[in-house]
């Protein structure tokens, strides 16, 4: 990831999306696929562009889009660092549990 400076990832069938997420962590903007968990990890336009699965024109000009904008992919690159650290990092996921037990300590669920 630190030689990118875009991830092109056109999945046609994934689970998770690992892969964005990593790509993400590290300060780039995403172009992907529409399907699977993608959309609830890239927010369109914000982090990237999210691209019918066949539709290649589309994957093509967002990344000529931003390859023509570096200042577009820098900004879409903050925000996804910035989401990843605070959805997807393994502290976000420990605080994101205690909140669950003390809710339910405290009888809130």
Do not use: H, K
Request: aromatic residues 10%; hydrophobic residues 40%.
């Amino acid at each position: 990831y630190q030689s990118a400076d875009i991830l092109l990832f056109p999945t046609q069938l994934e689970g998770f999306g690992l892969t964005v997420v990593e790509a993400m962590a590290t300060g780039l903007p995403v172009v992907s696929s529409d399907n699977s968990s993608i959309p609830e990890l890239l927010e369109q336009g914000a982090g990237g562009w999210l691209c019918e699965s066949n539709d290649v024109p589309d994957f093509v000009d967002r990344v000529q889009s931003l390859w023509g904008n570096p200042a577009q992919r820098e900004a879409m690159g903050v925000f996804n660092r910035e989401r990843a650290v605070a959805r997807y990092s393994t502290l976000g996921w420990a605080e994101s549990y205690l909140e669950v037990y003390r809710a339910a300590a405290l009888g809130e669920l």
